[in-house]
Nanobody, 123 residues
Framework: QVQLVESGGGSVQAGGSLTLSCVASGDPYRRGCMGWFRQAPGKEREGVAGIYSTGATYLADSVKGRFTISQDNAKNTVYLQMNSLKPEDTAMYYC?????????????????WGQGTQVTVSS
């Protein structure tokens, strides 16, 4: 089992920045890939970014050029740096963990999820 704790959410104005953190603990073999997902009210949850323990990173098209995913293995922490935030980025952001199999955006492959952290961007 993997435990995930997110932090760093908040309220910002459009154009602002936030950095989300996800501290992971538990079975490292179930943390081969870490992903950030978000769900806005009335919408389906969508993938935002993924990072493998190899260092490979992936971003959804909607956030490329604005968001960066990174990890600090010594701290067992994954970060999501969000710049140039837009009102449409408003959502609950979740951190999730899975093994190496499948693509980073395949939500059904993730076995462990955090509780989420709210991001609100005002215009």
């Amino acid at each position: 089992q993997v435990q995930l704790v997110e932090s760093g959410g908040g309220s910002v104005q459009a154009g602002g920045s936030l950095t989300l953190s996800c501290v992971a603990s538990g079975d490292p073999y179930r943390r081969g890939c870490m992903g950030w997902f978000r769900q806005a009210p009335g919408k389906e949850r969508e993938g935002v970014a993924g990072i493998y323990s190899t260092g490979a990173t992936y971003l959804a098209d909607s956030v490329k050029g604005r968001f960066t995913i990174s990890q600090d293995n010594a701290k067992n922490t994954v970060y999501l740096q969000m710049n140039s935030l837009k009102p449409e980025d408003t959502a609950m952001y979740y951190c999730a963990a899975k093994g190496f199999g499948g693509y980073w955006y395949e939500q059904e492959k993730y076995s462990d999820w955090g509780q989420g952290t709210q991001v609100t961007v005002s215009s």
